[in-house]
C-alpha cells in the first residue's frame, strides 16, 4: 500500500492506496452533458506515463522529431506540455486538499481541470491536484506529479493475482449500462446505453486491428466480437485481398490454432501486462482488452429467456426481465481510437495515416 504527501510539508493527501493499471477509458470525454461515475475503484491509484494537462501546444508547433520522439507518429490537435507521471485517484480517497476558487474552470455542470490544478494542500496552500467531476468526464482526482511524493505504506503492496485467479474471480464488465443525464420533468433522467468502457476498449482494439490488418481485411469471431467491430473493419479496409483472421485468446481458453493471424487478448487489470501463453512466442499480432471486456466476449454470460421457477443459486444474479439493449449500433470511441492509432507506428503507412487525419467521414457514417 502507498500514500501520496505534499512534497512542500509532507502532509498526507491520500488514503492507503494499492497501484493498477490505467484504465483505457481514463481521459474519454462521452457524449454531451452526461453523467459519469467516478473512474477509480476506492484504495486504487494508476498512473499516466505520458503528459496531460495544460500547457497544450498545437501541433504546427511541434517539431516532428520531437513528436516521433514522444511515441507520436501522425498530426493530433495538440500536444501536452504538462509534467508526465499524472496520478489519478477516486475523489473519496484524497484527504487534507482544498477546491481553488479561482481555479474552478469547467462548462456547466462541474470541474474540468482545464485551469491547471484546481486542488491545494490543507497545510501549506500548494497547488497538488485536479478535481474532474464535469458532464460528460469521469470523476476522479488527478494528484500532479510534481507536487506529490509516493510513500510506502502499512508494508509491502500485496501481489498482483494471477491470470487464473483473475478468472475464478471473474469480474465482468457488461456492455451495456444505464446512462444519468440531469433531470428533466419531460423524459427520464437515464437511458441504456453501450457502456462507455466498451466503447473506449474498443476504440483502442480497432486501432490496434487496423495496424494488424496489414491493409487486408479482417474477421473476428461470432457473436458479440462481430458486433462491436466488424462493422467499422469492413468500412476502413478493402475487400480485395485474402482476409486476415482474429481470435479470442487468453487464460482459460482454448489455445488458437496456425491460422490465427490476430489474437484479441486481455490485459491485467492490476499490472496493465498483456496475456501471453506460455511455450515458444506467438506469431500472432496480440489486440490489448481490458479484463472484465475480454472476459465477456471469451465467456459471455447466459441470458435466461424466461424467469427461472424457484430460487436462484446462491451467487447468480440475473436482471428479470434481461437489461433492454440500446437501440443503436455500437459505435467505438474516437477520442480513444485516434488517441492509440496515432502512437502506433504502423499509422506512418499511407493508407492507414489517411485514416488517421480523416476521421469524420467514419464518424458521419456511425461508426464512432
Not at 178 to 192: E, G
Amino acid at each position: 500500500m502507498f500514500v501520496f504527501v505534499c512534497v512542500g510539508c509532507g502532509a498526507e493527501l491520500t488514503n492507503p492506496l494499492s497501484r493498477v493499471a490505467l484504465p483505457a477509458h481514463a481521459h474519454q470525454k462521452y457524449g454531451n452533458g452526461l453523467q459519469l461515475p467516478v473512474l477509480m475503484e476506492s484504495g486504487t491509484f494508476a498512473v499516466d506515463p505520458e503528459p496531460w494537462g495544460p500547457p497544450w501546444r498545437r501541433w504546427e508547433e511541434v517539431h516532428p522529431d520531437e513528436a516521433v520522439a514522444r511515441g507520436i507518429y501522425a498530426p493530433v490537435y495538440a500536444l501536452s506540455d504538462g509534467a508526465p507521471g499524472s496520478i489519478v485517484i477516486a475523489p473519496g480517497d484524497a484527504r487534507g486538499t482544498l477546491l481553488i476558487p479561482e481555479r474552478a474552470g469547467g462548462y456547466c455542470c462541474g470541474l474540468d481541470g482545464a485551469d491547471g490544478p484546481n486542488m491545494a494542500c490543507e497545510e501549506c496552500g500548494l497547488p497538488v491536484a485536479s478535481r474532474i467531476d464535469d458532464c460528460s468526464l469521469w470523476q476522479a482526482v488527478w494528484l500532479a506529479p510534481n507536487a506529490v511524493r509516493c510513500l510506502l505504506a502499512d508494508g509491502a503492496d500485496s501481489a498482483p493475482l494471477s491470470w487464473a485467479e483473475l478468472l475464478e474471480e471473474r469480474k465482468y464488465t457488461p456492455p451495456f449500462e444505464p446512462i444519468a443525464t440531469w433531470r428533466s420533468r419531460l423524459r427520464p433522467n437515464n437511458f441504456w446505453s453501450w457502456s462507455p468502457q466498451w466503447e473506449a476498449a474498443v476504440g483502442r482494439a480497432l486501432a490496434h486491428l487496423l495496424a494488424a490488418s496489414e491493409g487486408r481485411p479482417v474477421t473476428v469471431p461470432d457473436g458479440l466480437s462481430k458486433e462491436v467491430f466488424q462493422r467499422a473493419l469492413d468500412a476502413m479496409l478493402p475487400t480485395g485481398p485474402p482476409a486476415r483472421h482474429a481470435v479470442l485468446a487468453g487464460p482459460g481458453h482454448p489455445t488458437p490454432n496456425g491460422d490465427a493471424d490476430i489474437v484479441l487478448v486481455p490485459t491485467h487489470p492490476q499490472t496493465g501486462h498483456t496475456w501471453t501463453p506460455a511455450g515458444p512466442a506467438p506469431t500472432a499480432y496480440p489486440v490489448p482488452l481490458p479484463f472484465g471486456v475480454w472476459l465477456w466476449l471469451a465467456f459471455p454470460k447466459p441470458h435466461l429467456p424466461v424467469p427461472a421457477s424457484g430460487g436462484m443459486p446462491d451467487g447468480v444474479l440475473r436482471d428479470d426481465p434481461p437489461a433492454p439493449r440500446p437501440r443503436y449500433l455500437f459505435r467505438a470511441d474516437p477520442g480513444v481510437f485516434q488517441h492509440t492509432l496515432v502512437r502506433l507506428p504502423a499509422v506512418q503507412r499511407p493508407w492507414l495515416r489517411e485514416i488517421s487525419e480523416n476521421p469524420r467521414q467514419y464518424m458521419r457514417a456511425g461508426l464512432f
